[in-house]
């Protein structure tokens, strides 16, 4: 149980264009989801948090106009990348607290994003 | 306020010897503490956890850490080390106090030598 999903595992966009990557609890409903960035050899960095059927938290330093955060479901979250340009490729992951736990997060298999 | 610290960014073993990789923590209140592994292009893959049970925890493929509370540590061990187990380990905290949000340590790039 608490498997996390994400598509798409990989997407290259153009610099300029928007990008919408989903995040999907499969067995079990979760109020509370996480989006994390990662980049290359570093560790992960909260970019927000996505509460189920209000507005997304954000961390200090990210812009929300910018990574747009949907909970509208309590199995899907996404988070959409507005007007990507380069500095944005990087490794998004997303993660939920189980439906019997709210300790513990349990990771989707991230996304790639690459803007050319 | 709370944190982790990965002592080490880079260990390398050579197979069939021990594996340590050290983390020390800080929090306020009763920390839970995890271990994650990640592989290249991977997602995060839960190694094991403590909370608040038995001090030492044994998690999956032969790992298993301590809780010190003495010394705010929870380093992660096993006594043999395979290639398979090359990655990025990341060690976590988190506690009720900051509604469970977690916070990652640095990383750990573990390399196995044949």
């Known amino acids: 149980g608490a498997v996390v999903s994400q598509h798409p595992s990989w997407v290259i966009c153009k610099s300029g264009t928007s990008v919408k990557i989903e995040c999907r609890s499969l067995?079990?409903?979760?109020?509370?989801m996480f989006w994390y960035r990662q980049f290359p050899k570093q560790s992960l960095m909260l970019m927000a948090t996505?509460?189920?059927?209000?507005?997304?938290?954000?961390e200090q330093g990210v812009e929300k106009d910018k990574f747009l955060i949907n909970h509208a479901s309590l199995t899907l979250s996404t988070l959409t990348v507005t007007s990507a340009h380069p500095e944005d490729s990087s490794f998004y992951i997303c993660?939920?607290?189980?439906?019997?736990?709210?300790?513990?997060?349990?990771f989707g298999p991230g996304t790639r994003l690459t803007v050319t | 306020a709370q944190s982790v610290t990965q002592l080490d960014s880079h260990v390398s073993v050579s197979e069939g010897t021990p594996v340590l990789l050290r983390c020390n923590y800080s929090?306020?209140?009763?920390?839970?503490l995890f271990w994650y592994v990640q592989h290249p292009n991977k997602g995060l893959q839960l190694l094991l956890k403590?909370?608040?049970?038995?001090?030492l925890v044994k998690g999956i493929n032969g790992f298993e850490a301590e809780f010190k509370k003495s010394e705010t540590s929870f380093h992660l061990t096993k006594p043999s080390a395979h290639m398979s187990d090359a990655a990025e380990y990341f060690c976590?905290?988190?506690?009720?106090?900051?509604?469970?949000?977690?916070?990652f340590g640095t990383g750990t790039s573990l390399t196995v030598i044949p």
């Open positions: 993660s939920a607290f189980g439906a019997d736990s709210s300790y513990e997060q349990y």
């Open positions: 067995d079990f409903q979760a109020t509370t």
């Open positions: 996505s509460n189920e059927g209000s507005k997304a938290t954000y």
């Open positions: 929090s306020s209140y009763s920390p839970s």
């Open positions: 403590y909370t608040s049970a038995a001090t």
């Open positions: 976590v905290v988190s506690d009720e106090y900051t509604g469970n949000q977690f916070y």
